[in-house]
Structures are given as structure tokens and as C-alpha cells.
């Protein structure tokens, strides 16, 4: 399974030689499909399954309604007693009782008889059509009808929402509020959910400063372990932060082994003296690549441990922020049932201006789109994370691509949903 012709063997230490090889995207992809497959299911309480992936389909074992109910405040009558009733040819009924919700009318409604309803009341025997209080004229005992109604009028059907033996949700969907409401309404108070994949953030550098830390000196404050945090709960996981870790194998090493679904390294990933993490998953696990032929994002790796997906993504916040959303995140959505693809509105819109590309790699441009026309984002180093900031979402350039010209039409994924 491991040894795809597409892949080359990764050296398990590059260090301060750089990549012999790197792995194209669509290898690395293939990689995560391969072994990223959803997760078995748990069961959860119906107060807590928004949001979540249903691991079965579900069936109704009930109607929805169970009883035939009136859909109007008014009178419960034959319709045959309505029959010819009109503002000059006024029909009267006695009144005999009244049925409201959750409190029905015990007796029969006979013929020239009604009973008054209340929208959600079961409607009484005899009765086959609700007519409404606007049509009627109520003198003591006697309704007059001042209108007819067929058979069956305002009047919900037993099943007439749900019948029994419908799937009235596949499995694979994503539970949107309404769905909570009707696994109500069928009476299910527990839901088998795909379970949502562990993910833990191991964040090295001897360099960083906990999140949100005043900068001082030459250290610089963590911005990949609050953005790779939010990037899992957006694609589903739950993120488990092990805080930042030295440079050194062994805290590295150890934060590797933890118990979890996939772990993400920030940091330490690429050639450089101190980039340990590649040659670590080699000895723990599987170091299936290391450096992919795209940019940013070249200095990735990935492999496992046991079932464990590990992610080594570069330090670099956009690089960390492309590497997570091209394979990371896709791992983890389908992980938990989610559909691979990015959560990004796509649009196809024209080029302002030239976009630049080497032919050999993928390219991540970052852009912006202002009066219907693209324009790449003129700062584009992986280090520099305002870039994305300033952008509206970005640009793939495919491997064969030189660059495309002022009026070329491109697909821009837009960070915003
Ligand atoms: P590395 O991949 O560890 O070689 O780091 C590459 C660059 O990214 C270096 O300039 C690091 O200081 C920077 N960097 C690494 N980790 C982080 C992080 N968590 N937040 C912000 N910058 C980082
Ligand atoms: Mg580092």
C-alpha cells in the first residue's frame, strides 16, 4: 500500500542537503485519500449531533403526525353538513364539545354536529374537514356555516410528513438545525455520528513566544498554533494543543507518539540543522514524503504512525496555512465524513493583471478581486502572514502552468465562505 510508484522514497535525513526529489501534489493527494477514510461512529445525545456527520442513515419508525389533526382554528364537521353553505344560505350545526391540543373530544361527531378545534387538536370521530372560524358565525349553542368545505379540507393526514419506513436522512450528512428537529419529531434522542478526529498541535521553535504574547527581543510570538486551532474546528477535528515544544528530538519525539487521530508539527520540517521532525517520524513510523513540488508549502511531510496521520508543516505561517489546507485539512475533513474538498466558495473570474508561475510546481498566489478583476497580493513571501490577510482568497496554479496573462480566467477560492 505504501510504496505508490508515484512517490519517491524520501531520505529519512536531508538535513543541510536539501531535496533529492519532491513528491508532485497529486501524489501527496493521492496519499491522504489513500489513507485518510472516515472514522467509526458514536453515538450522541440529539442535543449535541448539530453540525455532525450521520455514520447511518436514519429511519422513521413512525408517522409524523400519528393522528389526523386540524390545520385551523374553528369546527370539526362532516363536510356533507357544509354542502350549499354560503353567506346567504347559512347552515346551522350544534355545537356538542371541543378539541384542543393534546386535550381531543372523546364523543362522535354526528350529522348537523360540530365540535370546536384549535389548531394541533386531534380531529374528533365522525369529523372529516375543519371549517374555518372565519366562515362560521357562532350564535349560543349553533355555529352557522357560511361557507362549504370538501372532504379532508384543513385537515393534516396521519404520515402526512413523515411516514413510517422513510429515510429521512441519508448518512454522510452534515446535520443542519432543521434535521435536529425532525430527528425530534421521530422520537430519536440518541444519533450514531462519525466521530470527530483528535488532532494534536505540536508546535516547535525555540524562537516562539505562547500565542498572543507581546514580541520582544528575537523571539516571535506563535501565530500557526491559534490558526492551525481554528483551521481544525472549521474542518471538524478537535484540536488538542501539546503548546510549543523545543527544538530538541526527544520533546519533539515524544509529542509525536501522543494519542491521537493525527498529529500536525509546525515548524522544524524542511533541511535546516535544527528541522528534526522528518527524520523522528522515520524512526517512529512511515515518513511516506518530504518536500512537495509547490510553493509555498515545499519543505511538507507527511507519513504515520501506526494509524496516526502525522502532517510535518512548515514554520512558515503561510506556508503552514497552504500545507495545513492542501493536505492536513483534507485528511482531517475526511477523517470525519466531511467531503474532501475546501470549504471555499469558488468563483471563475478574469485577471487583472499577469500572474506569474514556475513551470515544474504548484503555485498558491494569493489575490485579491476588486471591480470583477483578480490581482495577485504584491507581497508574497511564506513568511509574511498579512498577506493573507489582505487577500480575498487565492490561486492555483497547476505544475505545467508558466503563468496565465491579464484576462485569463481563473477559479479564486475565497477564504470567506
Ligand atoms: P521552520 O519551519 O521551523 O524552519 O521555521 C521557518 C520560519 O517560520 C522561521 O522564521 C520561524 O521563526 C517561523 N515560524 C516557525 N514557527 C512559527 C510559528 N508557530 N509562528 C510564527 N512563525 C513561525
Ligand atoms: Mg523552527
Aim: with cysteine; net charge negative; aromatic share 4%.
Amino acid at each position: 500500500m505504501e510504496s505508490m510508484e508515484s512517490l519517491p522514497r524520501p531520505e529519512a535525513d536531508v538535513r543541510m542537503r536539501g531535496f533529492a526529489t519532491r513528491a508532485t501534489v497529486a501524489a501527496a493527494l493521492a496519499w491522504v485519500d489513500q489513507h485518510a477514510l472516515p472514522l467509526s461512529a458514536e453515538t450522541v445525545p440529539l442535543a449535541e449531533c448539530a453540525g455532525r456527520i450521520l455514520a447511518k442513515p436514519v429511519v422513521s419508525s413512525v408517522a409524523v403526525p400519528s393522528f389526523a389533526r386540524s390545520m385551523m382554528d374553528g369546527y370539526a364537521v362532516r363536510a356533507d353538513d357544509t354542502l350549499g353553505a354560503g353567506q346567504y344560505n347559512r347552515l346551522p350545526l350544534a355545537i356538542v364539545g371541543e378539541a384542543l391540543p393534546g386535550r381531543p373530544f372523546a364523543g362522535e361527531v354526528a350529522a348537523q354536529q360540530a365540535v370546536r378545534i384549535m389548531t394541533g387538536a386531534p380531529l374528533p370521530c365522525g369529523a372529516d374537514a375543519v371549517l374555518p372560524a372565519e366562515v362560521t358565525e357562532a350564535e349560543g349553542g349553533t355555529v352557522f356555516a357560511l361557507d362549504s368545505v370538501s372532504p379532508g379540507k384543513n385537515v393534516g393526514q396521519v404520515g402526512e410528513d413523515v411516514v413510517p419506513g422513510a429515510v429521512v436522512l441519508a448518512s454522510g450528512r452534515r446535520l443542519r438545525p432543521q434535521d435536529v428537529g425532525l430527528l425530534s419529531a421521530i422520537g430519536q434522542s440518541e444519533i450514531e455520528v462519525v466521530r470527530r478526529p483528535v488532532v494534536a498541535l505540536v508546535i516547535t521553535g525555540n524562537e516562539l513566544l505562547p500565542a498572543g504574547t507581546r514580541p520582544a527581543g528575537c523571539s516571535i510570538a506563535d501565530a500557526n498554533g491559534p490558526m492551525l486551532d481554528a483551521l481544525v474546528r472549521r474542518d471538524g477535528g478537535v484540536p488538542r494543543s501539546l503548546g510549543i515544544v523545543a527544538d530538541d528530538p526527544q520533546s519533539i519525539s515524544a509529542a509525536m507518539q501522543t494519542e491521537a487521530d493525527v498529529v500536525l508539527v509546525s515548524g522544524g520540517s524542511s533541511v535546516g540543522m535544527e528541522d528534526h521532525a522528518p527524520r523522528i517520524l522515520a524512526e517512529l513510523g512511515k515518513l511516506a514524503l518530504h518536500g512537495i513540488a509547490m510553493r509555498p508549502s515545499s519543505p511538507t511531510a507527511m507519513g504515520r504512525i501506526g494509524n496516526k496521520l502525522v502532517f510535518l508543516l512548515p514554520g512558515n505561517p503561510v506556508s503552514c496555512l497552504c500545507a495545513y489546507d492542501f493536505f492536513a485539512g483534507r485528511a482531517i475533513r475526511r477523517l470525519g465524513g466531511c467531503p474532501s474538498q475546501w470549504p471555499y466558495r469558488r468563483e471563475r473570474l478574469p485577471l487583472g493583471r499577469k500572474l506569474v508561475s514556475q513551470v515544474g510546481r504548484v503555485d498558491y498566489a494569493r489575490v485579491r478581486v476588486s471591480g470583477g478583476l483578480v490581482e495577485p497580493v504584491a507581497i508574497s513571501g511564506a513568511s509574511l502572514l498579512s498577506s493573507t490577510v489582505v487577500a480575498d482568497g487565492f490561486v492555483v496554479l497547476e505544475a505545467d502552468s508558466e503563468g496565465l496573462p491579464a484576462g485569463a480566467e481563473v477559479d479564486v477560492w475565497f477564504y470567506d465562505a
